[in-house]
């Protein structure tokens, strides 16, 4: 599989591009230090700027590698960075990605987690070599749950996640889509 790492993407609302040394301040502010975001998104809590910018360092050292795909949220009309989304787990030889998302309490309700996955699926299957593209949500986190539900994507029984960790899925619901059933 050939990889080309993270591109720009849009949408009609969004930019989705690499992470900057400047976006610091924007993740600080709308998601990356919010306990509720980051416990429902399964990651740590940053809450200072010192903790932002290394995670943001991580970011950005990791764009080197060609199968490293995170990209910054933008909402266009502020400039503002409000959230990311990424592959988070990458499996090149069944050509299958893992979709992770979150975005930021202020702009929850306006659809911009679901455009962003659609944006991302359609960039996906039209640019690379992806054939497969995989989420999951914990049942207790019903805002990434109704994402899926409204996304091109279908509940699944597992993930390749679970499948390579020999784990049978309990309080998760998976989600896929194939590249032979999108419409491009």
Request: charged share 30%; hydrophobic share 30%; aromatic share 14%.
């Amino acid at each position: 599989m050939q990889h080309f790492g993270t591109k720009t993407f849009e949408t009609s609302r969004l930019i989705c591009r690499q992470f900057i040394s400047e976006d610091y301040e924007d993740m600080l502010r709308n998601w990356a230090a919010d306990p509720c975001i980051q416990v429902e998104y399964g990651e740590p809590v940053y809450d200072s700027v010192y903790k932002v910018k290394e995670l943001l360092s991580d970011y950005i050292d990791n764009y080197h590698s060609p199968d490293y795909y995170r990209w910054a949220i933008i909402e266009k009309s502020s400039k503002a960075n409000i959230g990311q989304i990424a592959f988070c787990k990458v499996y090149s030889e069944c050509q299958t990605a893992e979709i992770e998302y979150c975005i930021g309490k202020e702009f929850w309700g306006k659809g911009y987690a679901g455009e962003a996955l659609e944006g991302l699926i359609d960039f996906a299957f039209r640019n690379t070599d992806f054939i497969k593209l995989e989420a999951y949500h914990r049942c207790e986190n019903q805002k990434s749950g109704r994402v899926l539900e409204k996304s091109k994507m279908h509940i699944t029984s597992t993930v390749e996640r679970f499948i390579r960790e020999n784990i049978i899925p309990q309080g998760e619901v998976c989600y896929c889509i194939t590249k032979d059933t999108y419409d491009l």
